[in-house]
């Protein structure tokens, strides 16, 4: 099952160009990869159809989502109070995309991060809106609702 989540993820990166940049994703991956890898190898090696995985990497992608995506709010308050080089926006909204909207809505309150620049705002509204669509078409398209 590790090798099957690997490859979505690591397809993910090579399909989609703008997360070949996106170093967070990188390390995201890297840590879904290698817990679901752990769990599985020792605590479910019995397991024939991998579902306790399955289960264990939809948490760990949601929880390592959300930690990598307040690691970049951080990263990014820090570098603008520094005047240093700033994570670009798109590498943000795409990390909430991917499942860290809760990640960036709780960093944007906690270090005061463009949370007022009204832009932003608008495209991360866009952003979680359009992520709970794409998850309705999946359930959709599974026929779980």
Request: aromatic fraction near 18%.
């Amino acid at each position: 099952m590790v090798i099957t989540f690997a490859s979505v993820l690591i397809g993910l990166l090579v399909f989609i160009r703008p997360l070949q940049r996106n170093g967070f994703y990188i390390l995201h991956c890297a840590l879904v990869i290698l817990s679901a890898w752990y769990i599985e190898n020792h605590y479910f090696r019995a397991s024939a159809f991998g579902y306790k995985t399955f289960l264990l990497f939809i948490v760990f992608q949601f929880i390592s989502i959300n930690l990598i995506t307040i690691l970049a709010y951080w990263k990014d308050k820090r570098a603008a109070v520094r005047g240093e080089w700033r994570i670009p926006e798109a590498q943000l909204h795409t990390l909430e995309f991917l499942g860290g909207w809760s990640g960036a809505l709780l960093a944007q309150k906690i270090f005061h991060h463009k949370n007022k620049k009204r832009s932003y705002q608008a495209m991360f509204w866009v952003v979680l809106f359009l992520q709970i669509a794409a998850v309705i078409g999946i359930l959709r398209f599974l026929h779980f609702i």
